[in-house]
């Protein structure tokens, strides 16, 4: 154990560093100068992807998340209509299915039980076909599904996910590229996205960096209750994982809310008392969420704010602390700024004396409803 762990504390710290190599490994020999290359579908994924007006996609947990974000870049760059679900829900409800729609799982055990009951489920609701994101070759998931992309991640051992998730994105990118490809999208700025997700890895690394400084701040929420993460757009999903991963390791409750939606119920839980992490890469929402971190600051929420230094963030956290992270590009910046969230959450559990590798409850892979 200790062996496998080298000089890592615990197994999520290894896999949260061990995410350039994964996340570089996963896009190898897929994404080259030229752009995707042919067939990282499977052989039979031409014709499918070609038909392909639409997309659903299933998942768990933060495989879930992972799919989140795919459809902001799928709708974004692809424009093809996505609809995200959980697997425990999809299963049971009468979802409607538009003609030529894909169904895609991502899991990176392939074998949760919902998520197979689902992809199971879905043979019988008249989709186009089956895709799987999927980090275990060998899974169920990936023996029944008509099309698959590996994860090359590597085994995550640590019960909260984390190398799996920026390696499914890197895999939910490429697929968003592809389909965009497909669908108009021009040329040249395909091959600006394929050139800023090849360098992801390197952006990953960068940020990876921001360790001390998040060690440090780490400190403040060993008394904490209750913490809330605030993103916007393409940002919310990476807030909503987040949340999760403090909660899972740490204990601590935590909630994700797109900004806007703050005046709508959660600032009444806002007060001194009350710590607020907000993901705030430069982009067209920028401003949107300044101002809703301006009425968190007006009510004496203490602001955490990860910023990529855009011009008027540098004040923004007020008395709290800003952390900059250089985001690479707005395309890649969701798998970016998940990384300093995911040593948060690992460095606060650490304080708090949570058992990291194994927190109480909670399984590696839930292979029973
Ligand atoms: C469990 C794990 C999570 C994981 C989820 C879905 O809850 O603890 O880390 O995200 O299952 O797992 P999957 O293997 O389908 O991605």
Redesign the pocket.
């Known amino acids: 154990d200790a062996v496998e762990r080298g000089e890592y504390r615990h197994y999520m710290q290894k896999e949260i560093f061990e995410q350039p190599r994964a996340v570089a490994d996963t896009l190898e020999a897929r994404i080259g100068p030229h752009g995707l290359l042919p067939n990282i579908f499977g052989i039979d994924s031409d014709a499918l992807l070609q038909a392909t007006r639409g997309l659903h996609i299933i ?6 998340h992972a799919g989140l974000v795919a459809k902001y870049w799928i709708e974004e760059y692809a424009k093809l209509p996505v609809s995200v679900e959980v697997a425990s829900e999809y299963r049971y409800r009468d979802a409607v299915v538009p003609a030529s729609t894909l169904f895609v799982a ?7 039980a919902d ?1 197979l009951a689902a992809m199971r489920e879905s043979r019988r609701r008249g989709y186009l076909g089956t895709l799987v994101i999927c ?2 070759p060998e899974s169920s ?1 990936v023996r029944e599904a008509d099309l698959k992309l590996m994860t090359r991640a590597g085994p995550e051992i640590g ?3 984390t190398k ?2 920026t390696t ?1 994105l890197a895999g939910l990118a490429m697929l968003a590229l592809e389909l965009a490809r497909r669908n108009g999208l021009d040329a040249g700025r395909y091959a600006a996205l394929c050139a800023e997700l090849q360098h992801l890895p390197r952006a990953i690394e960068d940020a990876l960096q921001l360790e001390p400084a998040i060690i440090e701040l780490a400190g403040e929420f060993i008394h904490r209750q209750h913490a809330l993460f605030l993103g916007r757009g393409v940002q919310y999903p990476v807030a909503l994982e987040g949340a999760l991963k403090l909660k ?1 390791i740490s204990y601590i409750h935590a909630e994700a809310y797109p900004a806007g939606e703050l005046k709508h119920g959660p600032l009444a839980l806002v007060d001194e008392n009350m710590p607020v992490i907000a993901v705030a890469p430069n982009g067209p929402l920028l401003d949107k969420l300044k101002s809703n971190l301006q009425e968190v600051r007006a009510r004496g929420g203490r602001l955490i704010v990860f910023a990529d230094g855009a011009a008027g963030m540098d004040d923004m956290a007020g008395h709290g602390a800003m952390l900059r992270v250089d985001s690479g590009g707005s395309f890649i910046a969701p798998a970016v700024f998940t990384v300093p969230l995911q040593l948060l959450a690992y460095h606060v559990a650490v304080l708090r004396g949570t058992d990291v590798d194994q927190p109480r409850n ?5 292979t029973v409803e």
């Not at 998942?59 to 879930?64: F, K, L």
């Not at 991502?106 to 949760?112: C, D, H, L, V």
């Not at 909670?362 to 839930?366: D, E, G, P, Y």
């Open positions: 998942a768990c947990g933060t495989s879930y991502i899991s990176q055990s392939g074998e949760t998520t980090n275990s998931l019960v909260a996910s799996a998730f499914q899972e909670l399984a590696k892979s839930v």
